[in-house]
């Protein structure tokens, strides 16, 4: 079965700090891949996707993924957060064979201190 | 055009009581999936349709969620009897295939709390 995992489940950093959240995911077929935010009280949103093409994916707000397959990796970045990056984020993943239902990472929570 | 929206936004019964929870698709979305997150872990999936079928349930807890969506538009989710472990949040996504690819949207979830 799919699976997918988070390195951290809190991330505390001061702002202009550089962000990077480590997702993995065990599948070895064609995977689709999806990071998630959720703001404080607010619905989840979509950051950003790869389905395929150019391993490195931007997203909203300055975010940027990149797949490297090799490594069953898609880790977000960002090069300076904002204390309005606070939030909690999700890695997920879903692939065509298990009709595209997603399997989400535990989530992270982070932690911009003004 | 309207997001996913989810009814109600939060629920507190006791155990034993039934509870429907309902969620709306951003229009035109034949894909409607259930996701519940237990508190401290990871978001789960639930169940599957694609317009009024049910394509996917195998993530159903058990014989007491009943999930419908009639007529393929808005989708409902009854707990009954709820038991003290059916508390979470319960999220509802919906998409639409485009080209062989999937973005699901999400709701705003529905905060269910059994006493």
């Known amino acids: 079965a799919q699976s997918v995992s988070q390195h951290n489940h809190h991330v505390i950093l001061s702002e202009a700090a550089s962000l990077e959240l480590g997702c993995n995911y065990s599948?070895?077929?064609?995977?689709?891949l999806f990071w998630y935010v959720q703001y404080p009280g607010q619905h989840l949103q979509l950051l950003l996707k790869?389905?395929?093409?150019?391993?490195l994916v931007k997203g909203i707000k300055g975010f940027e993924a990149e797949f490297i397959k090799s490594k069953f990796s898609f880790n977000l970045r960002k090069p300076s957060v904002q204390w309005s990056d606070t939030a909690e984020y999700f890695c997920?993943?879903?692939?065509?064979?298990?009709?595209?239902?997603?399997?989400f990472g535990g989530g992270t929570r982070v932690l911009v201190k003004p | 055009e309207a997001g996913v929206t989810q009814f109600p936004s939060h629920s507190v019964i006791e155990k034993g009581q039934t509870v429907t929870l309902r969620c709306d698709p951003i229009?035109?979305?034949?894909?409607l999936y259930w996701y519940r997150r237990v508190m401290g872990k990871e978001i789960k999936f639930l169940l599957h349709?694609?317009?009024?079928?049910?394509?996917?349930e195998s993530g159903m807890p058990n014989n007491r969620f009943l999930a419908e969506r009639t007529g393929g538009t808005y989708s409902t989710l009854k707990v009954q009897p709820a038991e003290l472990e059916d508390s979470g949040v319960y999220f509802c996504?919906?998409?639409?295939?485009?080209?062989?690819?999937?973005?699901?949207?999400f709701g705003p979830g529905t905060r269910l709390l059994v006493l």
């Open positions: 349709f694609v317009k009024e079928s049910k394509q996917d």
């Open positions: 599948y070895g077929g064609t995977v689709n």
């Open positions: 997920a993943a879903s692939h065509k064979a298990a009709g595209n239902k997603l399997t």
């Open positions: 229009s035109g979305h034949d894909n």
């Open positions: 996504a919906s998409s639409q295939l485009r080209g062989g690819q999937e973005t699901q949207y």
């Open positions: 790869y389905f395929s093409g150019d391993p």
